[in-house]
């Protein structure tokens, strides 16, 4: 009898509690925090979804003191390709991804080469990255350098910006104030007048004929920059000018540095002193690039 009372309540007391659990079942809440996708969507319904996690990295390679430089970055420890090809001229590093909502470790090393030996810098987060719904999480960084190309103190960290899905991409740190009526020479898009206006600074895609047109001066000189084969991207003191074949005008009196960089063949580097350009009104510069193997 004693036997049969302990099972009786041992039952009710199993019972109870899995009355008290639900059974094993999470509650709507728990789901929605633990739940994960059994499989990954089709890449094609992937990428109609909107992106929610924009990165922005500028100021890494130029002609002179950072030729070379790179950056790495990581995801949950995961290396991360850019948007575009890299070369070592490289100036803006971009990533645009499509994550589920969550927090997420992100970190950049900025490679620093040229030397006896490889300096390496990290770039990081003062907080957690957030992807929220509805929401895109922008980090930008706009690396600030020395002579040597090493990154100054208290310059290694992004910063977070949380928007709207369908609000512009800030290419730079959004700035307020600006005049009821921009000057000519203004970089900036200005957005209607509202309280708090915010002004998007864009990247403009450059315009040859008009640098030309901006840079002739007297004492210019006028290069004619021809490649073989055709089709390669100019850049004259690390300002892109166009696609071989190309002209520019620069000032005779100083030296300047010309970077041919070209998908499938090796970068070339020509430097011009101001001996090369003294007395001249047009310089023309053939170069036959060699083929990356």
Known sequence: MHQRMTSFLSFLLISGLLVACGGGRLSTRDASQRLKPVESLPEREQSQMPINLSIHIAQVANATSSY????????????????????????SYRYNLRLQPGVYDVLAKYHVVGFWKERVFEISTDEPVKILPGQRTDLTVKLEKDSRGFLQQNQNQFTIRYAAIDEPVYLQTPVTAVPATPSRKASAKIESAQPAEIVEVREKAPNPATEIQQSAQIGGVTLQINTMPIGADIYVDDRFVGQSPVRAVVNGGEGHVIQIARSGYREHLKVLDAGDLSGKTDLQIIVRLEKDE
Not at 68 to 91: C, Q, R, T, W
């Open 68 to 91: 070379g430089n790179f950056i790495e970055l990581f995801i949950n420890g995961k290396a991360i390709a850019p948007e575009d090809a890299e070369n070592n001229l490289k100036s």
